[in-house]
């Protein structure tokens, strides 16, 4: 419940997120997520990006490994999806790639604009 924010209710398919979002921010839909694909492909989904947001409407971002079970036969018989949260990471990433508060003045060409005599 602390990393959906909810209690996905019975029934729900897929995530019990309230919100889906891609990697670029897009919004996608519960049958577009990395469970659903995988299982609906069989095929198992690694190193997918994406993030939620809860009903309090804060985010986070995760990997996703949606892994299918197999019977010997090929036959889907379930899955598991394993999520790693690296919300940390993406606020590191957005920090070193935002502009640098100006801590001093521009330099000047002009040695007595500047000050400095």
């Not at 990395?34 to 190193?47: H, T």
Request: charged share 30%; with cysteine.
């Amino acid at each position: 419940m602390t990393l959906w924010g909810r209690r996905p209710e019975p029934g729900e398919k897929w995530c019990g997120s309230h919100k889906l979002f891609d990697r670029d921010g897009a919004s996608i839909t519960h049958d577009e997520c990395p469970m659903a694909v995988a299982i609906r492909e069989n095929l198992a989904i690694r190193d997918v990006e994406a993030s939620a947001e809860r009903p309090d409407r804060t985010r986070f971002s995760f990997l996703a490994y949606a892994t299918p079970f197999r019977q010997e036969s090929g036959e889907l018989v379930g899955a598991m999806n394993a999520m790693v949260d690296i919300t940390g990471r993406k606020q590191a990433e957005a920090a070193l790639l935002s502009p640098a508060p100006a801590r001093w003045p521009r330099p000047s060409h002009d040695r007595h604009a500047s000050g400095f005599d």
